[in-house]
């Protein structure tokens, strides 16, 4: 993908410019600092416009992170991990405002099913589920990842639209979020805790378990790259599924959380749309189709002249064929 700014031919720069086809990471010249020197001037500062498009989400991004630390202070782990699943329901939403994108009746079914779930949910924690700290409150909990989860829908949706409509690439727009979500967070930093801050240092208070929690968070957003790459939505679907089970186990094991009927009828919604979500528009009719084909005898006739289908071809485990096949049919 073409860099920002790279408009127009190699040929006409001067002779001391590099063209930012040739500054891109991955080329022969990535290793050259002074290229990525000049790539970043030319695509931050130079081209300031393009730029400052990407603050809007950064300050909605850093908003987010603070909102989710006012949401899990509030709510039980398993508690917020299902109701911020919220957020597919509002980035389809955004995404159908912003970008004109249609949604199957299946999708539309699993985001009602999703709200449903949610609602279940916050319907139990209302109701007292479970013994739970004195200073947590529900109420500013629910609010706050509410919000948490408008902010996520509006900013993704508004940074692939940012994406789909420049050539700049994903590395760059990250680095211009990343500095605008670092000079934004310092400033909120300063704001709140600046005093604080010059009397004991930038970083008291980071125990180990505050640095692991850093460290996990920067490998997820590394593994949410590599599931882009390599998997599908199915598969991202049954690791937030997963990943629900999970907050749930040990939210039992290190704080006693009680699981009810209730919420694990409202778990359970939520998993059961966010699969149906993941699922592609075309999966039911291949379904359709391999049962059909699959249930009785074909009734095609075989034009007169020619020789009747190789019995090879037609077997199901056939590597001529198998890699065809809709992806998430072959995933079990």
């Known amino acids: 993908m073409a860099a920002v700014g790279s408009g127009g031919s190699p040929a006409s720069a001067g002779p001391g410019a590099v063209s930012a086809g040739a500054l891109e990471p991955g080329t022969a010249t990535a290793g ?36 989710q630390y006012v949401a899990i202070s509030n709510l039980p782990a398993a508690t917020f991990q299902v109701t911020y699943q919220l957020k597919i329901l509002t980035t389809a939403l955004f995404s159908v405002l912003m970008l004109n994108r249609s949604l199957s009746r299946l999708q539309w079914a699993s985001l009602l099913l999703l709200f449903t779930g949610v609602a279940i949910v916050q319907a139990q924690q209302a109701g007292g589920g479970g013994p739970r700290p004195l200073d947590q409150n529900p109420g500013a909990g629910l609010a706050a990842v509410v919000a948490s989860c ?26 211009q979020l990343g500095l605008f979500g670092t000079a934004l967070g310092l400033v909120g930093l300063w704001w709140a805790e600046g005093t604080a801050v010059a009397h004991r240092g930038f970083f008291f208070g980071y125990t180990p378990a505050v640095w692991g929690v850093v460290l ?117």
């Open 32 to 67: 050259n600092v002074k290229h990525l020197v000049l790539f970043l001037h030319e695509a931050v500062l130079v081209q300031y416009v393009d730029t400052l498009k990407l603050a809007v989400p950064s300050l909605i991004y850093t908003l987010q992170n603070n909102l």
């Open 150 to 175: 408008l902010s996520s829908g509006f900013a993704g949706v508004y940074f692939e639209k940012i994406l789909k409509g420049s050539s700049g690439s994903v590395w760059l727009r990250n680095l």
């Open 216 to 332: 996990n968070q920067a490998f997820g957003g590394l593994l949410v790259a590599v599931v882009v790459k390599y998997a599908d939505n199915i598969l991202k679907g049954f690791a937030t599924s997963l990943s629900i089970v999970l907050s749930t186990v040990a939210s039992i094991r290190l704080f006693g959380f009680h699981v009810d009927p209730l919420f694990a009828l409202g778990a359970g919604l939520v998993i059961g749309a966010v699969y149906l979500y993941s699922l592609p528009r075309g999966t039911a009719k291949a379904i359709a189709s391999a049962s059909a084909s699959t249930s009785g005898p074909c009734t095609r006739q075989q034009p007169p002249g020619q020789p009747p289908p190789s019995q090879l071809s037609s077997h199901r485990g056939d590597v001529s064929t198998e890699p065809f096949l809709p992806k998430s049919v072959l995933v079990k």
